[in-house]
């Protein structure tokens, strides 16, 4: 891992052991520095560079995003956590979110999320949030969950999993809760003209997966098909589970 200080926008592989790839957190270092979505709580994301942070920014509370929260507010306790509205809860009571996940196999990937007091901040679509040198937008950004949450710097927007996953040069949508919500999201994002988006789970991509989501058949799973089997196949190899 290299110990360049940190400047400007940054990628760091910040999943679970087996799949280091599987998150992608971002830093965003300017006058202010930010962190977004740290990821779970067993990442294999090296910080020992960091030497500030000013803000967290969660896109969504699930703890494949916010598991290592609680360790980053540990070693930055000045840090202002911004959350979507009405999560705040999450943070506190972590049980409900603990119990959702436990389906299957995803809270043994990911690891548990453990309550995290910190100083939390709900942000609002439309906020802006101030880096010193620049300003960032907050932007909603629904479909896969009712909260979620985005921010575009600049040029560039960090999505979280509003904006599904890209594998092997696929677009493939994440889970979502409503469909249509996610296909306006979708098609929201291209009204805003980023140069790179930032996902959560596949890193920085560019405009091509936002065009390739809208596709008919990437928003109706049993019709896509991609080289190694349908999308839940691919996932599931994806993520090493079996079953
Ligand atoms: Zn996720």
């Given at each position: 891992m290299s110990r360049l200080p940190c400047s400007g926008i940054r990628e760091v592989k910040a999943g679970?052991?087996?799949?280091?790839?599987?998150h992608s957190l971002y830093l965003l270092c300017f006058d202010k520095a930010m962190m977004i979505d740290?990821?779970?709580?067993?990442?294999?994301?090296?910080?020992?560079?960091?030497?500030?942070?000013?803000y967290v920014f969660v896109t969504h509370p699930h703890p494949d995003h916010v598991g290592l929260l609680k360790e980053v507010v540990e070693r930055f306790p000045q840090v202002q956590v911004l959350v979507p509205p009405q999560s705040l809860d999450l943070f506190l009571y972590p049980e409900k979110l603990n119990s959702i996940f436990s389906v299957g196999e995803l809270l043994q990937i990911f690891g548990p999320m453990e309550q995290v007091k910190a100083n939390f901040r709900e942000v609002k679509a439309g906020e802006e949030v101030d880096l010193g040198d620049r300003k960032a937008r907050v932007i909603y950004s629904p479909g896969h969950d009712m909260r979620h949450i985005s921010l575009l710097l600049d040029e560039a927007l960090f999505a979280g999993d509003s904006l599904g996953v890209r594998f092997n040069g696929v677009s493939i949508p994440t889970p979502w809760y409503d469909k249509e919500k996610f296909r306006d999201t979708v098609r929201e994002a291209l009204s805003l003209r980023p140069r790179m988006v930032g996902i959560a789970h596949s890193g920085l991509v560019g405009l091509n997966h936002l065009n390739e989501l809208l596709d008919w058949r990437t928003l109706d799973p049993d019709q896509l098909r991609i080289d190694g089997g349908s999308r839940d196949e691919v996932l599931r190899l994806y993520l090493g589970i079996n079953g």
């Open positions: 679970p052991p087996e799949f280091p790839e599987f740290p990821g779970p709580s067993n990442s294999v994301a090296d910080l020992g560079f960091l030497d500030k942070l000013d």
